[in-house]
């Protein structure tokens, strides 16, 4: 049995693609996975299953949700050891200080990572865009809602990424850790 962490992307934003937490565990379990849990009202499930293919488990997920709830919604998954190896390798340590202005995105698609490189070479000023093999890492040194990294990322449609604060992601380290 392997866990893994599903990440959806832009649900219960406003009004528009609301689920409820405890309907996304029952739809969770009706496509067969165990120990269901969620955190945070934002699509975020850590979950067991016996085979840990991302990719297929995305796509399980994003068909559930269209034909339960009416509504499309990317669906990101990864291994626990892929969450562990993008913690592990960010490559921005000063911004931890400071988790609400520091996210990582996250892709299903290891090209979708590949394309922001070109992104990162910019001079960001007091911002930062790093990549890395598991996830980018985004510093927001004036806020999320000013950052001009986060406006780039929104302008390409040339990809699927979603963003978790450092401090959600630790969570959900710790969710998938057992602590």
């Given at each position: 049995m392997a866990q893994c962490?599903?990440?959806?992307?832009?649900i219960n934003v406003g009004r528009a693609k609301r689920i409820a937490m405890a309907d996304l565990r029952a739809l969770m379990e009706n496509l067969g996975f165990r120990h269901v849990r969620?955190?945070?009202?934002s699509g975020n499930v850590v979950f067991d299953t016996p085979r840990p293919n991302p990719r297929k488990i995305a796509a399980t997920i994003e068909a559930a949700i269209e034909a339960h709830c009416g509504f499309t919604a990317a669906a990101i998954v990864m291994t626990a050891a892929t969450l562990q190896t993008a913690i592990a390798g960010n490559p921005i340590a000063h911004a931890t200080k400071e988790?609400?202005?520091?996210?990582?995105?996250?892709?299903q698609d290891a090209d979708d990572l590949e394309r922001l490189r070109a992104l990162a070479e910019q001079d960001w000023k007091t911002e930062a865009l790093a990549v890395g093999g598991a996830a980018a890492y985004i510093w927001c040194a004036e806020g999320v809602l000013a950052s001009g990294v986060l406006k780039a990322l929104g302008r390409r449609k040339d990809l699927?990424?979603?963003?978790?604060?450092?401090?959600t992601v630790l969570k959900l380290q710790q969710m998938t850790s057992g602590a």
């Open positions: 962490i599903a990440l959806l992307r832009g969620t955190l945070l009202n988790p609400s202005k520091f996210l990582l995105g996250f892709a699927t990424l979603t963003t978790r604060n450092w401090a």
